[in-house]
């Protein structure tokens, strides 16, 4: 079947395996099958630019369609016009007389069979109509058998003959059971080009459907992307996406671009648009390249200031700029179809002739009023001054663009004008240091770690710590920022700043030393060093009367709470750090507070509040230009509470979206890892596998780092081997966590979730070899230090106290009532995914003691919460178990589709009867949270907002059978 992909010397394609983010056009086409097998026929004509996916649509549903079907395809090649009339019917004809037995009945079809002359010479008019009538009558013998898929691709390249004959068929289909699909390529047709009227008139008729392929979404990018390599990077997804617009092709062309490609992907597409930019008129391409030099996009007055034309002589090449797709048109002028498209136009240009339009289009920008007036940023012209080659301009307006850009929190510009400073400037220019300082300030707003900590680098070595040690702790205390947003090893840096600051006179950057040391200590899980620090702030801050140091006071002072085991405190004086730093206007530390309270209400299991929390936390960090730097860690709170509350569609979505923004190392490490316990959970195993990062690279990295990640790292590790059945198979992730903890028993809180884990596994390990002495030692070793573990520094929340009670549950002897409890309190929580491990786990201890009743009544219940998330794993295992337990499966009432589950059913017949949650619950021997989930998920099948409704609703559908409201 012939593609919207043209042929380019020397390409080699990377077509994706997976076909992705066309299932509304694919639903369409089905659609239009489904009125063929009802006896009638269908037209759908697919549109779209080149590479958009319009043949790979059609292969697609073609492939659904199965034996059924009878699926001719012909294609029109891109010289059709210029050579035999009819070509793009040639192997329709032929396909069809093969299904007929293999000889065409009519003299007139004959003619186009290879072993023919192709066209009668004779009686043009008479032979074409019969020409026409026996193809129909072709179609229709085959029709009579089965349904026909009839494809005509690439139409826009279809002769005149060929283009007539699809009009034909189009016209007098009438019931016969074809479906007759067109593929049309849109833009870089011109005017007139007769193709557009065949388009216009089957457009106007009311059972032709029109599908116009628009750019695959951002997410569907980086599902192709990963199809094809196996890469799952959501940072270069969104890279992609931008450059290649969301065309396929592009995608594909542009997926050679990873590292270590032989090829390169870029260079072979910019010669595809080329070649298209190559088919413009005299007139147009000229226009095309100027406009190239403004960006994606140009205003109208500027564009007629560097063509140097007559208003027509624009007018007429910006019309076929803009039919041929090339440009966009736009409120104040225009913009590229593509990015691609403006790069290869760009680099398609001379060095010189670039230089020269650049410094045109800044003197443009500089001199003339009109544009003047239009209030342009100083980044424009520092851009035009800076590729025109003129480095005193380009300098001066780095500058003002910088400050500009400061003005408008828009922090990640403002490094970026200050770092085309520096290179414009010589190592020796006595402005550097300063220079270099504003761009280290900018840094931390704008979340660039990397670039942040080369500049402290380059500014430490040129501060002389003895004249100047204030300014020299500043640049340390900038830099110990940096390096532990990269891996957490700021520390000595910090150290360094403390001793540079005497400690006998109070000033407001001993302060901030503190209060980063505070953040340092709890950060790695170290409470009562980082409530010392928090109190030395406090002390500096009433000392100095600074409100400065005040809101910081409350914010470490919070944090330090948090992982004392005092969240809902923790709340407290992050707010009242926020209400400070909002008086005073400190947008750093409000971000931060923001940011901590979010991390408490997660510690506190406050998970409803949390998800409603962190979006007004983003809206406050865009607001003041911090969601690039703050953004990805309330993200990933965000999905803290998603996992609880088993919305975990939600919780991809968020991480992938994080993920795009490529944040900085430490936070993009602790969102794959979220990623990564959901694909666990899921039993996508090989893309946990590839997001997951091995425990020995974090083991490799400071004590505050492992403190800081390598609990959560170690569970995950534990719950892959768990869910693959291979529960030896993390023996060395385990060893490593427990000799970190033991290595620095003091002061450490160690990760209770990982405890929790990593008990779990030993049990698992236990019931895989019941009879391995070896294991049994080796899993009662590691039970006594878990022991140990477990009741050193012990916090006091709700969350530990649920995940303490499954970790003595899962160390200690199977007992149905330890399981029942942590159950009961993961339930009070509303933590989906840990009740349903402990009702699971229940359930396989009255298993173990005949206690079948027992065992399905938990079953029945981790079933219903585990379809709430898709917990595949989970939904496996309580299969198993319940061919023994005697669990019928889910089913659904036959004459219904609401798709409720018979638990579901339960619960709406009680609630028909006016009940209230509680005892729901005790009706069905399940806790009120449960039934708060099932209510929610049975107002929402129901498509329903309140009880009452619900009610009418299932009355209504006959839901209830005989029972009536109480």
């Known amino acids: 079947m012939s593609g919207d992909d043209p042929y380019v010397p020397g390409r080699q394609p990377v077509v994706s395996p997976l076909y992705v983010g066309r299932r509304t056009e694919l639903a369409e086409l089905r659609t239009a099958a489904g009125q063929v097998e009802a006896g009638g026929s269908a037209r759908v004509l697919i549109a779209g630019e080149a590479g958009i996916g319009k043949s790979r649509l059609v292969t697609e549903f073609a492939a659904t369609l199965g034996v059924d079907w009878l699926t001719v395809t012909g294609a029109c090649p891109e010289l059709g016009a210029e050579h035999l009339p009819y070509v793009g019917f040639l192997p329709v004809v032929q396909q069809l007389v093969q299904a007929e037995g293999g000889s065409a009945s009519g003299s007139a079809l004959r003619t186009l069979l290879p072993q023919q002359t192709l066209l009668p010479q004779q009686n043009g008019q008479n032979s074409r109509l019969t020409l026409l009538q026996e193809l129909l009558a072709l179609v229709e013998r085959a029709a009579t058998k089965r349904p026909v898929l009839l494809v005509v691709e690439d139409l826009h390249w279809a002769d005149g003959a060929s283009r007539e004959l699809f009009g034909y068929l189009a016209r007098n289909l009438g019931r016969l059971p074809v479906l007759l699909v067109g593929t049309v390529r849109t833009g870089e047709l011109p005017a007139g080009h007769p193709i557009r009227q065949l388009v216009a008139e089957l457009g106007r008729r009311a059972d032709v459907t029109t599908l116009a392929l628009g750019p695959l ?542 008990a779990r596994l030993q049990r698992a390990r236990l019931a895989a070899a019941p009879r391995n002495r070896e294991i049994a030692a080796d899993v009662a070793s590691i039970r006594a230090t878990v022991t140990e573990l477990l009741h050193l520094n012990p916090l006091s929340s709700r969350l530990s106290d649920a995940t303490r009670q499954t970790t003595e549950a899962a160390l200690g002897p199977a007992q149905i009532a330890d399981w029942d409890e942590a159950a009961d309190r993961w339930r009070q929580l509303g933590h989906l995914p840990w009740t349903t491990e402990c009702l699971i786990s229940a359930a396989e201890t009255a298993l173990a003691t005949s206690n079948r009743a027992g065992a399905r009544r938990r079953l029945e219940e981790a079933r219903d919460l585990a379809a709430v998330y898709g917990g595949t794993v989970a939904l496996d295992r309580i299969a198993v178990l319940g061919q023994r337990a005697r669990l019928e499966p889910p089913t659904t009432t036959p004459e219904d589709d609401t798709g409720l589950t018979p638990r579901e059913y339960d619960v709406l017949r009680l609630l028909a009867r006016g009940l209230p949650n509680r005892q729901i619950a005790a009706e069905l021997y399940i806790s009120p949270a449960t039934v708060g989930v099932h209510v929610g998920r049975i107002l929402t099948k129901l498509n329903a907002t309140t009880r009452t409704e619900a009610t009418a609703v299932a009355h209504t559908r006959g839901l209830l059978g005989e029972e009536t409201p109480g």
């Open 217 to 758: 979404r951002q997410r569907d990018v980086g599902e192709q992307l990963t199809a094809i390599d196996g890469r799952y990077d959501p940072a270069r997804a969104a890279a992609i996406h931008r450059r290649s617009g969301g065309n396929p092709l592009f995608v594909e062309a542009l997926a050679h671009d990873a590292p270590g490609s032989a090829r390169s992907g870029t260079a072979q597409l910019r010669t595809l648009l080329q070649e298209r930019v190559a088919r413009l008129s005299e007139s147009a391409r000229p226009v095309l390249a100027v406009a190239s030099i403004a960006g994606a996009t140009v205003g109208h007055e500027l564009l007629t200031l560097l063509v140097g034309r007559t208003d027509d002589e624009l007018d007429l090449a910006l019309r076929e700029l803009v039919e041929r797709d090339q440009l966009q048109t736009t409120a104040t002028g225009y913009q590229f179809r593509h990015a691609l498209i403006r790069e290869a136009v760009y680099t398609g240009l001379l060095p010189a002739e670039r230089r020269r339009l650049h410094g045109r289009a800044a003197k443009a920008l500089s001199e003339f009023p009109a544009l003047a007036a239009q209030g342009l940023p100083a980044a424009e012209l520092a851009e035009h001054w800076y590729l025109a080659g003129r480095t005193e301009e380009a300098y001066q307006a780095s500058l003002i663009a910088a400050d500009e850009a400061r003005a408008s929190f828009a922090y990640t510009e403002e490094l970026r004008h200050l770092e085309r400073a520096l290179s414009l400037r010589p190592a020796d220019d006595p402005d550097r240091l300063t220079l270099l300082e504003r761009a280290m300030t900018a840094a931390i707003p704008a979340g660039a770690a990397n670039q942040g900590l080369q500049h402290t680098m380059a500014a430490w070595e040129l501060v002389d710590p003895d004249r100047e040690p204030g300014r020299a702790a500043e640049i340390l205390l900038l830099r110990a920022q940096f390096k532990s947003r990269r891996d957490l090893t700021g520390r000595a840096d910090l150290d360094h700043a403390l001793e540079l600051l005497p400690t006998e006179r109070p000033s407001y950057a001993l302060g901030v030393v503190h209060y980063l040391l505070a953040i340092d200590e709890a950060t790695a899980r170290r409470g009562p060093s980082a409530h010392r620090h928090a109190a030395v702030v406090a002390e500096l801050a009433e000392t100095l009367d600074d409100d400065r140091l005040r809101c910081r006071a409350f914010a470490a002072l919070g944090d330090a709470l948090c992982m004392s085991g005092d969240p809902d405190a923790a709340v407290l004086a992050q707010q009242q750090a926020q209400e400070l730093a909002t008086t005073i206007g400190d947008d750093y530390v409000l971000v931060a507070s923001v940011l901590w309270e979010c991390a408490s209400l997660g510690v506190g299991a406050r998970y409803e509040e949390l998800a409603r929390r962190v979006p007004s936390a983003l809206r406050q960090a865009e607001l003041v230009g911090m969601h690039h730097w703050r953004g990805p860690l309330l993200r990933a709170n965000l999905v803290m509470a998603y996992f609880a509350l088993g919305r975990w569609d939600e919780a991809v979505d968020t991480i992938e979206q994080a993920l795009a923004d490529e944040p900085e190392p430490l936070y993009r490490m602790f969102l794959r890892a979220e990623l990564a316990e959901i694909s666990i959970h899921r039993a996508n195993f090989e893309q946990a596998v590839e997001v997951l990062i091995p425990a020995d690279e974090v083991f490799a990295g400071t004590p505050a780092y492992r403190n800081y990640i390598l609990g959560f790292i170690t569970s995950l590790w534990c719950e892959l081997a768990m869910a693959r059945q291979e529960p030896e198979a993390a023996n060395r992730e385990v060893g490593l966590y427990l000799q970190h903890c033991r290595d620095h028993l003091d002061g450490l809180q160690p990760d209770e979730g990982g405890l929790m884990t990593i």
